[in-house]
Nanobody, 125 residues
Framework: QVQLVESGGGLVQAGGSLRLSCVASGRTFSALNMGWFRQAPGKEREIVARISRSTSSTYYADSVKGRFTISRDNAKNTVYLQMNSLKPEDTAIYSC??????????????????WGQGTQVTVSS
């Protein structure tokens, strides 16, 4: 079992920044691929970013490329999502997720076995 706890959400004006954190426990963190997803009201959950377990290679949704940065600190069992130049359309519940597969692409929520409870990000115009 893996437990994930997010923090760092809140209310920010358009153009502002937030940093989300997700602390993992229960399994060797360096063995986990980690992803950030978001879900806005009335919309499906979508991938925001992913970072692999071994090479720390990253993937970003087109909508956040150049604005968001995913990173991990294996010593702290933590994955981060730095969000800059926030837009009102970034408003959503953001959740981190862990994927234990060594070969998944990690683009779909179905590829992730463990989820945090989510943290609300609201961007005002």
């Amino acid at each position: 079992q893996v437990q994930l706890v997010e923090s760092g959400g809140g209310l920010v004006q358009a153009g502002g920044s937030l940093r989300l954190s997700c602390v993992a426990s229960g399994r060797t963190f360096s063995a986990l691929n980690m992803g950030w997803f978001r879900q806005a009201p009335g919309k499906e959950r979508e991938i925001v970013a992913r970072i692999s377990r071994s090479t720390s290679s990253t993937y970003y949704a087109d909508s956040v490329k150049g604005r968001f940065t995913i990173s991990r600190d294996n010593a702290k069992n933590t994955v981060y999502l730095q969000m800059n130049s926030l837009k009102p359309e970034d408003t959503a519940i953001y959740s981190c997720a862990a994927d234990v597969s060594p070969s998944s692409l990690g683009r779909s929520p179905r590829e992730y076995e463990y989820w945090g409870q989510g943290t609300q990000v609201t961007v005002s115009s």
